[in-house]
């Protein structure tokens, strides 16, 4: 016989079950990124929503590094940019109160890139989620400004004016930064926006933003004979980092190494190839040297006719 | 019938060979002529009106009586006295008469057949005033006709015949100002407000040493006008004065009497009268490839900057040579050149203390006109030497303006090695010329890509922000004691130091 003494212990021991896993839910929450998020960028934010009373250290674990934040401040979200490496990263971030993990949550981030065969396609449950939409930007104007505050036509005095500048900073901070980008003028090429989805998108193909102040190459690459394919195509971002990189004219790999990603039986040949000017690594001679890699009258996009290429 | 034939043939031949003869030497033309002139003499013959059978006419002794000579004289005086009259009105109300007619000075003729019934003053009886004689003598005074303006009615000497002067004036001098604008003396009639009736020492029996003193017996700043009149004063005070004012006369540009254009000139003040004798600025004004609109399209045209008669200031400006051409670049202006709108200069010079040299130093350099032609050129922006509109630019072409007045070795010695060489320019990382860096290496910047050519906060005229591609970039200049840093566009913050090289272009 169940007494009424019983049902209501087990009506209490199911609500303490109850709040009490609402209340490791309420620990901590992940607002971004999604689970299974797919990027191309290197950097990545990361924001929590967390109670700050009952936990005080978070502990952000990527394949690359371990951050740790100290809950100082009252605001009960915290933001963290991180850096991830290309493929896929298990974001692992762990809340702690008094030294005791008190809850745990997992995301995986896939970083794909055109230039490296392997991380090219990445697996079918990875999928593009965007993060300026509405609902999103409701939750961070609490602490952030997200309108834009770019003057047409005026690049800003002080960059860290700019409202972009505060979340996105880490990606100007390489040692070649393309000038609308060095100088936040972001929304010459983040312009498109589809409801629902993102305010800030790119132009698909990016090109046109790209010719827009790069006229003189559009005419002179457009007119060409042979045409390389990325430029064809108009994703010029595959070999250029639209904002910064440690290469000159932001290429996203050293100048040999850019192109032998995707042209790979030309490494192989050109390791077995006798003449040091085709080696195909940096020390030997550079691709770029005989070769355009925009466009040409040549096949091959060679700079010149081929008997005076060789000599 | 042998005959008869014979005969025949013989007939035949003569008449043909007449014929022949007839027609080969054009007889009938010439006799057919001849029938219409002797036609055309016996016509007018007939028909004209000389014909002696026409000519009846004779006058009797009783119609001779009838012809009263006295009557005649009379209607002739009456009809000279109703011209006079006629005179007289027109004095008071000038009849409108069209501008361009052409007048032509009549220099009155005093015949001695005038002169004779008038009553000669002989020279030793003329009153003691009028000696000495002057070297310029009014024709009637000359010839003591006295009587042609004075009466001897009354005893009173100097008694006139007429009491308006300029009546008598007009009695010979019979032409009429009446174009458009008058002399006001001459409109009123108040000849002698100029000349001397009697003698003068000056050509035109003026009442002065000389025209300009004339004119400016009135025209002065000290005279009586009205302070409405301000135009019509010529302060001769002013240091600059208009080159005819001081060696010609006043008469170069105006007339004394009257003119078909406003202030007594012969031709439009604004441009027209100007460009008479400034020839070389009026092939600038007309046939400049971009022309200036304070010249061309302006309200007032030369005046809207010059001062006819006489300033404080060069090249007879109104005002000094920057503040004349903030007159109008006080705020936002059309350009001529493009339709584009010119910057708001006197704001630009107001808000950046730092200005470029001719701007700075007025006196010496020239202001505006320095670099840009006020009456027009062939180069954009009225420059008076080529210069580049666009960031980048091949100066390979060492025309460049900027090298009037700064040395070329600026841009073109990529070293600068020996302390002699340190003035040249200050922009060096150690011994690295980093102007050589920016415009002689692969693309080369323009000099206006980083220097304001008018005004900056910062010094050397650095731009405080820079167009590229139609967005103003800040260079974000900061300087040190021994150099400085920059952080555009183009490139992060990179600085550079004279002395302890930071290795910039290595």
């Known amino acids: 016989m169940i007494s009424a003494y019983d049902f209501a212990k087990a009506f209490i021991a ?16 992940v607002l971004t990124p999604k689970q299974n998020h797919l990027q191309t960028e ?10 700050k009373k009952r936990v005080d250290i978070i502990k952000i674990m990527t394949p690359l590094e371990e951050i740790e934040i100290d809950m100082k401040s009252q605001k009960n979200t915290e933001c963290k940019n991180i850096q991830l490496r290309l493929g896929e990263n298990r974001v692992d971030i762990r809340a702690y109160k008094e030294n005791v993990l008190v809850a745990q949550e997992n995301r995986d981030v896939y970083v794909s890139s055109e230039l490296y065969h392997q991380f090219r396609y990445p697996p079918q449950e990875y999928s593009h989620t965007y993060f300026h939409n509405k609902d999103n930007e409701k939750l961070c104007a609490k602490c952030h400004d997200m309108s834009v505050n770019e003057v047409s036509g005026v690049a800003f005095e002080d960059i860290t004016k700019s409202n972009c500048y505060g979340c996105h900073k880490s990606i100007n901070k390489e040692k070649y930064a393309h000038a609308p980008s060095a100088n936040w003028l972001c929304t010459s090429c983040h312009i498109q926006s589809k409801k629902g989805v993102s305010k800030y998108l790119t132009k ?38 639209p904002h910064s990189g440690p290469y000159i004219m932001f290429i996203r790999k050293d100048v040999n190494l850019i192109c032998l990603g995707c042209h790979k039986d030309k490494h192989i040949k050109a390791q077995q190839s006798k003449n040091s000017a085709c080696s195909g690594t940096s020390e030997g001679g550079l691709c770029i040297e005989c070769h355009t890699p925009h466009a040409s009258n040549q096949p091959f996009f060679l700079k010149k006719r081929f008997e005076r290429v060789v000599k | 019938m042998k005959q008869n034939m014979t005969k025949i043939i013989i007939t035949v031949l003569v008449l043909a060979l007449s014929v022949f003869l007839f027609q080969s030497y054009g007889v009938a033309d010439k006799l057919s002529r001849f029938v219409t002139i002797m036609g055309n003499i016996t016509n007018s013959l007939k028909n004209a009106k000389h014909a002696y059978e026409e000519v009846n006419f004779t006058i009797s002794d009783d119609e001779l009586k009838d012809v009263n000579i006295t009557k005649l004289a009379q209607e002739f005086k009456s009809s000279i006295d109703k011209k006079k009259e006629a005179l007289v009105l027109a004095i008071k109300a000038p009849p409108e008469i069209q501008v361009d007619e052409i007048r032509e000075e009549e220099i009155p003729t005093h015949t001695k057949t005038q002169t004779i019934k008038a009553k000669i003053v002989k020279m030793e009886d003329l009153p003691a005033k009028f000696k000495p004689l002057k070297q310029y003598l009014h024709e009637p005074f000359k010839m003591g ?23 008598i004036c007009y009695e010979c001098h019979k032409t009429r100002y009446t174009k458009k604008f008058d002399h006001k003396p001459a409109k009123d009639g108040r000849c002698m407000d100029c000349h001397d009736p009697h003698q003068s020492n000056t050509k035109k029996l003026l009442k002065a040493e000389s025209v300009n003193t004339l004119c400016l017996k009135c025209h002065d700043r000290k005279s009586t006008f009205s302070a409405k009149a301000e135009k019509l ?36 003040a604004k441009m027209d009268l100007c460009l008479d004798c400034h020839d070389t600025i009026k092939e600038k004004i007309t046939h400049a490839k971009f022309k200036h609109g304070g010249v061309n399209t302006s309200e007032k045209r030369c005046l809207e900057c010059h001062d006819p008669h006489a300033t404080k ?7 000094d040579p920057v503040a004349t051409c903030l007159k109008c670049h006080d705020k936002e202006v059309k350009s001529d050149e493009d339709g584009g709108m010119l910057m708001n200069m006197k704001k630009h010079l107001d808000e950046n203390p730092n200005w470029h040299k001719p701007i700075k130093d007025v006196k010496k350099e020239g202001g505006c006109s320095a670099c840009h032609d006020p009456h027009g050129s062939d180069n954009f922006s009225i420059l ?25 070795k600026k841009i073109t010695k990529q070293f600068i090695t020996t302390s002699q060489e340190h003035n040249i320019t200050a922009f060096r990382d150690g011994e690295v010329n980093l102007h050589y860096l920016h415009v002689n290496d692969r693309k080369g910047r323009a000099c206006r890509a980083c220097h304001d050519e008018h005004a900056s906060k910062y010094k050397h005229l650095i731009r405080d922000y820079t167009d590229f591609n139609g967005i103003k970039f800040p260079l974000r200049f900061k300087e040190s004691a021994e150099g400085g840093s920059c952080a555009p566009a183009c490139h992060k913050e990179f600085a550079y130091d004279r002395v302890n090289p930071k290795g910039i272009g290595k």
């Open chain 2, 233 to 268: 004063f010529v302060n001769m005070d002013l240091a600059v004065k208009h080159k005819p004012i001081v060696e010609k006369s006043c008469l170069e540009c105006h007339d004394a009497h009257t003119a078909d254009h406003k202030s007594l000139l012969s031709l439009d």
């Open chain 1, 42 to 51: 290197l950097t990545l934010n990361v924001v929590l929503e967390i109670d």
């Open chain 2, 384 to 408: 008076r030497k080529s210069f580049t509109q666009n960031f980048y630019a091949d100066l390979a072409n060492k025309e460049f303006f900027c090298f009037k007045c700064h040395t070329e």
């Open chain 2, 313 to 319: 200031h060069v090249k007879l400006l109104k005002k």
């Open chain 2, 145 to 167: 006709a006295c009587q042609i303006c004075h009466t001897s009615k009354n005893n009173k000497p100097g008694e006139l015949v007429k009491k308006n002067i300029s009546e």
């Open chain 1, 204 to 241: 698909e193909p990016i090109n046109a933003s790209c010719f827009e102040c790069h006229e003189e190459n559009k005419e002179l690459w457009g007119n060409a004979k042979y045409r390389h394919e990325p430029l064809d195509s108009g994703h010029c971002e595959k070999c250029h980092n």
């Open chain 1, 14 to 29: 199911l609500a303490i079950f109850f709040t009490g896993a609402f209340a490791e839910d309420g620990f901590m929450q």
